[in-house]
């Protein structure tokens, strides 16, 4: 079972005292300690195995009352101690809670894959699929069983003792070793600033940079201005920055994370964690009878092979080379002219791009940012939920809380509460870079009726400046609806089935669908009229800027098309390639790779894959195409609202009614035809990113 929770309170005298081992309607943030973390995993570990094995020990004929039901609320009261203490290793970590999160790893490793290996288990759950009974029970339950019975045969349950044992070892070992790829990157993220005194060597940034820049200096004690790794220093330093010098040494900072290379070489290295990583996914997806890591990933997912894969992302890649080729090459004839930049090199890319951006718009991010202030965003973004969904939100001030920046919300439908959910949007220090949406409660069923579904929403955002509020590029506004469609698919399932609820049970390649979905509203001049609102003012987004905007949507699309295709076949071929007898290295895939793909500059010393959490810490390898295959659909999917209206409320309640609320309850195709009326097109994601040309036809 790969969900987590439970009914009923566990009896102790630990219980009384740690938090972890308490019900609770919410995380008790402010009480969790990291001392209570590993005695409260062990406990409900333990209390499992014993529920579980008493369980089966008097089971006969199976059903879904007497397997799955106690299966599902055993797993979400392990999930509910958990949840919270993984997600304040992510957004508020320490040395301490390190240790004890990752003393947690291989004991959650050790119990996950008893639990898929369970023989006795899987031939309930096998009983209970051939029995009279299943034909009676919904298509959600089905498919949920259907689905525990092939993570049964993933998890090695057919295999021999041995075989077993080791399938065991192999999952112990890549929960340690992804964790540590992660806090390697988090390390080396931290480990590296650079404090300037002279402000003529920050000339270029906006105030706005600045004003950021010198609130981390004050927050260090530090006169002038303080550089980071975090996006929200980085990103404006190598935008804007005249100066070229410390855009490369920025630069290369960023670039050699965690690797052997840069000025933090070898100390946070995650050369050998890579290199190990690939060789357990390697052993254990032969274990299992693949005959590579990506036919192993692939075969949860909505493609149907590694080769299939590799053939959508070549066909992408020559509908979109020429046009990127076109658009590198007015930039460097920008730059030689303009700019006196007669070689282009990585660290000046962003900054002419920049550049050429406001020369041919007039526009740029901080043109944009003024009326981006967060509050008016958030707010407009549920006026644009209302009206597709006819839902509504409510802040909850007084709630248990991690730290001033957390807020928290809940979704109201018909007056009646259906969920909520955490929102977390600013960088500080001991905080995961990035933006990700988790889930912190299921909807299921329970013995009081239905569970609410609670999600946690990411992201690293700059702060509030002095008496300036928070203001967004509209890079961040896309990025906030991302994470906010990712919410939405968990928060507005109809499915109580914890195993297809929501998120869960979604093929991987389709799970981006409802996130990049929710971006085309980002630039939807209806939707911006509410969106945006000067921050002194209160002006919405003027028509002038709105023009510039839309006219610059897709500024190097194709670039940036060939960025993403480039990182995926990366991964793909990675895990493909990487054998036993073959163990191949990144940095040559990554260097082949970009031979056929890349249409920019870049430099030996790169090591962008020591970084690449998404595959090496996260759920995305073997998947990180997931991106543009769901890109596709959520194209295809918005140029319906294109046709009968992008707030048209019967367009909105299908979508709701067919994909968000369906959670992992149906194949996503079948979802997918359902809505469109079809299998999906590429024509319309070509055509939203202006790539449909002669060499698109």
Not at 419 to 430: C, G, M, S, V
């Amino acid at each position: 079972m790969c969900s987590s929770d439970l009914s009923n309170p566990v009896s102790s005298a630990h219980a009384s005292s740690n938090p972890l081992l308490q019900e609770h309607a919410l995380p008790p943030f402010s009480a969790i300690k990291p001392e209570h973390v590993l005695p409260a995993i062990e406990q409900r570990l333990n209390t499992n195995r014993e529920r579980i094995n008493n369980l089966l020990q008097g089971l006969t004929n199976p059903t879904w009352e007497s397997l799955v039901l106690p299966l599902e609320a055993w797993n979400d009261e392990l999930s509910q101690a958990w949840s919270p203490v993984g997600h304040l290793n992510g957004v508020k970590n320490s040395d301490e809670l390190r240790d004890a999160y990752n003393a947690c790893l291989p004991l959650w490793s050790q119990y996950s894959t008893e639990i898929g290996q369970n023989t006795e288990l899987f031939k309930a759950f096998e009983a209970l699929s051939n029995s009279p009974e299943f034909a009676n029970l919904s298509k959600a339950q089905q498919t949920s069983i259907e689905h525990e019975l092939r993570d049964f045969r993933l998890a090695g349950v057919d295999l021999s003792g041995d075989k077993k044992t080791r399938y065991g070892e192999i999952q112990k070992r890549l929960s340690e070793l992804t964790s540590k790829f992660g806090e390697n990157v988090l390390d080396a993220t931290q480990a590296w600033s650079k404090q300037i005194t002279d402000v003529s060597e920050l000339a270029g940034l906006p105030e706005s940079a600045l004003g950021l820049l010198q609130q981390q200096a004050q927050q260090r004690d530090l006169d002038g201005y303080v550089i980071t790794l975090d996006f929200p220093s980085y990103m404006p330093i190598m935008s804007y920055a005249d100066n070229r010098e410390l855009r490369q040494e920025l630069y290369t900072a960023f670039v050699t994370r965690a690797s052997e290379q840069g000025p933090n070489a070898g100390e946070f290295d995650n050369s050998a964690v890579m290199n190990e990583i690939l060789d357990l996914r390697y052993e254990l997806a032969t274990l299992l009878g693949f005959e590579n890591y990506s036919e192993y990933s692939v075969a949860t997912k909505m493609a149907g092979s590694a080769q299939e894969v590799l053939d959508f992302l070549d066909d992408l890649a020559t509908k979109a080379k020429p046009q990127a080729e076109r658009e590198f090459a007015e930039l460097s004839a920008y730059a030689a002219e303009t700019l006196g930049l007669t070689e282009l090199k990585p660290w000046d890319i962003t900054f002419a791009s920049e550049k050429l951006r406001q020369q041919r718009y007039s526009i740029s991010q901080e043109d944009i940012r003024p009326y981006l202030p967060v509050d008016t965003v958030i707010k407009g973004m549920f006026e644009t939920v209302t009206r597709l969904y006819g839902i509504e939100f409510v802040e909850i001030k007084d709630f248990d809380t991690y730290h001033p920046d957390a807020r928290y919300f809940e979704v109201h439908k018909d007056g009646a509460k259906i969920a909520a959910f955490y929102l977390d949007l600013y960088a500080r220090a001991k905080k995961r870079g990035g933006a990700w949406m988790d889930d912190c409660r299921i909807r299921r069923t329970t013995q009081d009726g239905i569970q609410t579904p609670v999600a946690y929403l990411v992201c690293n955002f700059s702060p509030a400046v002095g008496d300036t509020p928070a203001l967004l590029t509209h890079d961040e506004l896309t990025t906030l609806f991302h994470e906010f469609g990712h919410g939405l698919h968990h928060m507005m399932t109809e499915i109580d089935v914890a195993g297809v609820s929501g998120i869960n049970g979604v093929a991987w390649d389709a799970v981006e669908l409802p996130s990049q979905f929710m971006e085309n509203w980002c630039y939807e001049p209806e939707a911006l009229a509410f969106i945006s609102g000067h921050y002194q003012t209160g002006e919405p987004l003027p028509q002038e800027l709105l023009d510039k905007l839309l006219a610059a949507k897709n500024f190097q699309s194709a670039m940036m098309t060939m960025r993403q295709i480039e990182f995926s076949i990366f991964d793909m071929r990675l895990h493909r390639e990487h054998t036993a007898a073959n163990p191949v290295d990144a940095a040559t895939i990554i260097a082949d790779v970009r031979k056929s793909v890349t249409v920019v500059p870049t430099v030996e010393f790169n090591r962008f894959q020591h970084s690449f959490s998404h595959i090496f810490a996260g759920g995305y390898a073997a998947g990180y195409y997931s991106y543009k295959w769901a890109e596709v659909l959520s194209a295809d999917a918005f140029s319906s609202f294109e046709e009968e209206g992008i707030f048209n409320r019967e367009t909105g309640e299908r979508f709701l009614r067919e994909i968000l609320s369906q959670g992992g309850s149906r194949d996503a195709a079948e979802l997918f035809e359902n809505f469109r009326g079809r299998a999906p097109s590429v024509e319309p994601l070509l055509r939203h990113c202006g790539i449909l040309g002669e060499e698109a036809a």
